[in-house]
């Protein structure tokens, strides 16, 4: 059973826009945050934004202005809406789910965002 499926994501010129979304299973309870972290081949990890159950967001000063985060509670879905890509942002885009119910963050299964210069 999937747990976090994600959608969207793909390749797009440098300047256009991509919208990535995530559904968590009902079956998660007590979630307090989901949000997005991305990995480009031999990078860490990074923090692309997040998004709490009160709707308090933080986003990663590299994407800042160019990325929102929204959210959709009653189904636990998290949005992230990319515009004006630039090709350092070509990466694999994972989405997270932190809940109180469980001990560790859980993780989508990554999509790839591909921007061409």
């Known amino acids: 059973q999937v747990e976090v499926q994600q959608s969207g994501g793909g390749s797009v010129q440098a300047g256009g826009s991509l919208r990535l979304s995530c559904t968590a299973s009902?079956?998660?309870?007590?979630?307090?945050?989901m949000g997005w972290y991305r990995q480009a081949p031999g990078n860490r990890r990074e923090m692309v934004a997040l998004?709490?159950?009160?709707?308090?967001?933080v986003v990663a000063e590299s994407v800042k202005g160019r990325f929102t985060i929204g959210r959709d509670g009653a189904r636990n879905t998290v949005f992230l809406q990319m515009n004006n890509l630039k090709p350092e942002d070509t990466a694999v885009y994972f989405c997270?789910?932190?809940?109180?119910?469980?001990?560790?963050?859980?993780w989508g299964q990554g999509t790839q965002v591909t921007v061409s210069s």
């Open positions: 997270s789910v932190d809940a109180r119910s469980r001990t560790d963050t859980l």
């Open positions: 998004i709490n159950n009160t709707d308090h967001s």
């Open positions: 009902r079956y998660i309870l007590s979630i307090y945050r």
